[in-house]
Structures are given as structure tokens and as C-alpha cells.
């Protein structure tokens, strides 16, 4: 089993940088892909973005490219997103999920999530 907490969310102005962290705990860290999901009421999850367990590949969403940045410290058991330029349509709840497997599939575990809202 792989527990994940979330912490970072909040609300900001469009604009306004913001970092979400998760750590992690139960398993070894640097086995798990870990990714950073996104979730409206009444819309899919969507994968934001994610990173290999040894950092070397990661993934974006096209709507966050150039704008959000992942990465992990392994040795702290945490990974990040960091979010520049937020928008209004960055508003959902982010969920940090662990994956065995690949960057973009197989993710088993997943947090309780955490609100971003971001105001015009």
C-alpha cells in the first residue's frame, strides 16, 4: 500500500504561481511513477502531468505545457507541481497518484485530493 497526502491548494488570483506537494509513504518512493490528476464535478480525471520514479521522464497535459512543472526529491518521499500562469479553467480538485507501472497509466493509489480555485 502506497498513502498519499496532498497539501498545497488554495485560492489565487490568474496569474499567481502556486505549489502543490504530496508525500508519500508505505513503499518504496523511487519504485512509483507519480502523477498529478485533476477533477471537475461531472468531468473525467484528468492527467495533469507526471514523472518516472527516478525523474529522468515526464509527461504534461497539452493545457498545462509551459506553464506547470512536476518533480520529486526521492530521498524526501515527496513530488511537486508547480503551477505558474494559473487560469481560471486550472480550477479543480488536484489528486497526486502512484503508479508501479509507466508515467501515463496504471496509477493505483491515489490521495484525497486538494482545491485549487483560481479567481479572474
Known amino acids: 500500500q502506497v498513502q498519499l497526502i496532498e497539501s498545497g491548494g488554495g485560492l489565487v488570483q490568474a496569474g499567481d504561481s502556486l505549489i502543490l506537494s504530496c508525500v508519500a509513504s508505505?513503499?518504496?518512493?523511487?519504485?512509483?511513477?507519480m502523477g498529478w490528476f485533476r477533477q471537475a464535478p461531472e468531468k473525467e480525471r484528468e492527467l495533469v502531468a507526471a514523472?518516472?520514479?527516478?525523474?529522468?521522464?515526464?509527461y504534461y497535459a497539452d493545457s498545462v505545457k509551459g506553464r506547470f512543472t512536476i518533480s520529486r526529491d526521492n530521498a524526501k518521499n515527496t513530488v511537486y507541481l508547480q503551477m505558474n500562469s494559473v487560469k481560471p479553467e486550472d480550477t479543480d480538485v488536484y489528486y497526486c497518484a502512484a503508479s508501479p507501472k509507466e508515467v501515463t497509466m496504471g496509477y493505483d493509489y491515489w490521495g484525497q485530493g486538494t482545491q485549487v480555485t483560481v479567481s479572474e
Open positions: 508505505g513503499r518504496t518512493f523511487s519504485d512509483y511513477a
Open positions: 514523472i518516472s520514479g527516478s525523474g529522468g521522464s515526464t
